[in-house]
């Protein structure tokens, strides 16, 4: 079975401008977690999503939002980007029966904003 | 909230040592789950081993078990029989187990070298 894919894996943006990623769960999988990591901040929670509603939030600003489409395939975007927004972006999924399922993680997209 | 700690930023070990990283956490939760994640330099987050607490034998998989002390809270990894491809940062992190919500809490991370 495939793992979890994330796309793309590597993106440079400037100051002010928007980004999205993308991130295709394992099949069967209805659960997509995203995760910031920084070295400062290290791994952040950023939300969740779950049957194409979001779930749970992060402690991030408005300008990090999500969906997830019919196939469980989910992206996030961010707006009006900042240099503090480098970082990379982890997505996760899980099958989710209700437990703490285990979070499969994707390689991740390395975003850099100049 | 809960917050988890790891209290050993950089960690080294000798092929075929034992090695043993820490991570404590705090919670007022009774069901909740552990988990140690490994990233190796291809940055790939990779689950190691799961631990839930309503069981009260520590888990194993091969090379790698746990020592869960739910009184404590504290929830240590060993790795026995280190092997050069176990270099990565290992992360601890934290599962409510209420609810339907996914959110990971996760520690600052153990950067763990194995030398020759």
């Known amino acids: 079975k495939a793992g979890v894919t994330q796309t793309p894996r590597y993106l440079i943006k400037t100051r002010g401008q928007q980004v999205t990623l993308s991130c295709s769960p394992i099949?069967?999988?209805?659960?997509v977690s995203w995760y910031q990591q920084t070295p400062g901040q290290g791994l952040q929670f950023l939300f969740e999503?779950?049957?194409?509603?979001?779930?749970n939030k992060g402690n991030f600003p408005g300008r990090f939002s999500g969906r997830q489409f019919s196939n469980s395939r989910s992206e996030m975007n961010v707006s009006t980007l900042e240099l503090g927004d480098s970082a990379l972006y982890l997505c996760?999924?899980?099958?989710?029966?209700?437990?703490?399922?285990?979070?499969?993680f994707g390689p991740g997209t390395r975003l850099t904003v100049l | 909230a809960q917050t988890v700690t790891q209290s050993q930023p950089e960690m080294s070990v000798q092929e075929a040592e034992t090695v043993t990283l820490s991570c404590t956490y705090d919670?007022?939760?009774?069901?909740?789950?552990l988990f140690w994640y490994k990233q190796p330099p291809s940055r790939q987050m990779i689950l190691v081993i799961r631990?839930?607490?309503?069981?009260?034998q520590n888990a194993t998989e091969n090379r790698f078990s746990v020592n869960f002390q739910k009184a404590a809270k504290s929830f240590s990894l060993k790795i026995s029989d280190s092997q050069l491809g176990d270099t990565a940062m290992y992360f601890c992190?934290?599962?409510?187990?209420?609810?339907?919500?996914?959110?990971?809490?996760f520690g600052t991370g153990t950067r763990l070298q194995v030398t020759l």
């Open positions: 996760a999924s899980s099958v989710n029966r209700g437990l703490a399922d285990t979070q499969y």
């Open positions: 099949s069967g999988h209805r659960s």
């Open positions: 999503y779950f049957s194409e509603t979001q779930r």
């Open positions: 919670t007022s939760e009774n069901n909740y789950y």
């Open positions: 631990q839930e607490a309503y069981k009260q």
């Open positions: 992190a934290f599962h409510r187990g209420t609810g339907t919500a996914s959110k990971l809490t």
